[in-house]
T-cell receptor, first 116, second 112 residues
Framework: NAGVTQTPKFRILKIGQSMTLQCTQDMNHNYMYWYRQDPGMGLKLIYYSVGAGITDKGEVPNGYNVSRSTTEDFPLRLELAAPSQTSVYFC???????????????FGPGTRLTVL | DAKTTQPTSMDCAEGRAANLPCNHSTISGNEYVYWYRQIHSQGPQYIIHGLKNNETNEMASLIITEDRKSSTLILPHATLRDTAVYYCIASINTGTASKLTFGTGTRLQVTL
């Protein structure tokens, strides 16, 4: 299993440009997540999805959009990039088996985005 | 989710046990304690979780106080590869997506 893969690894955008960060998992996980991590800070949840066709906002959704057309893919779209979106973006997935306690999130390697 | 408080940084000699504390005094009865770590710029990695009993796996042990207001993550024989930021998170698990709240964690430096 490749686990959670993200592309690209690095990207530099100009203010106002748009792009899509790709995330794919091959573990057949129902749940997927997007986080951002600013320098020296913890991770903040942007959006999450509990299955194909179902997404919901996290703590910091403004400026981003997501879609979930398949179980495997959960792309994150940045429209009108701004310097405040300079960050490292992590995608994660998990399979929760209710009502059990197990809920481990598996993270991808991250995408480093700079907006100039 | 309950707020957690961790020391900003800790040092540990290689081969010794690393004991990382976490306070979660407002934790509710259905919130689990999760520990993750992040090794230099990589994605976080799950370590262990527990509700009220002590837990052990191949990576670490988790000791939760009887009143559940604090916990300690124990790496029994720390190595240089354990140098990382360790996050303690309190979160419910009802079978829906777990929206984990990562604070700034404890930066553990393992030295020779």
């Amino acid at each position: 299993n490749a686990g959670v893969t993200q592309t690209p690894k690095f990207r530099i955008l100009k203010i106002g440009q748009s792009m899509t960060l790709q995330c794919t998992q091959d573990m057949n996980h129902n749940y997927m997540y997007w986080y951002r991590q600013d320098p020296g800070m913890g991770l903040k949840l942007i959006y999450y999805s509990v299955g194909a066709g179902i997404t919901d906002k996290g703590e910091v959704p403004n400026g981003y959009n997501v879609s979930r057309s398949t179980t495997e893919d959960f792309p994150l779209r940045l429209e009108l990039a701004a310097p405040s979106q300079t960050s490292v973006y992590f995608c994660a997935s998990s399979y929760s088996r209710p009502p059990g306690p197990y809920n481990e999130q598996f993270f991808g390697p991250g995408t480093r985005l700079t907006v100039l | 989710d309950a707020k957690t408080t961790q020391p900003t940084s800790m040092d540990c000699a290689e081969g010794r046990a690393a004991n990382l504390p976490c306070n979660h005094s407002t934790i509710s009865g259905n919130e689990y304690v999760y520990w993750y770590r992040q090794i230099h710029s990589q994605g976080p990695q799950y370590i262990i979780h527990g509700l009220k009993n002590n837990e052990t796996n191949e990576m670490a042990s988790l000791i939760i106080t009887e009143d559940r207001k604090s916990s300690t993550l124990i790496l029994p024989h720390a190595t240089l590869r354990d140098t990382a930021v360790y996050y303690c998170i309190a979160s419910i698990n009802t079978g829906t997506a777990s929206k984990l709240t990562f604070g700034t964690g404890t930066r553990l430096q393992v030295t020779l």
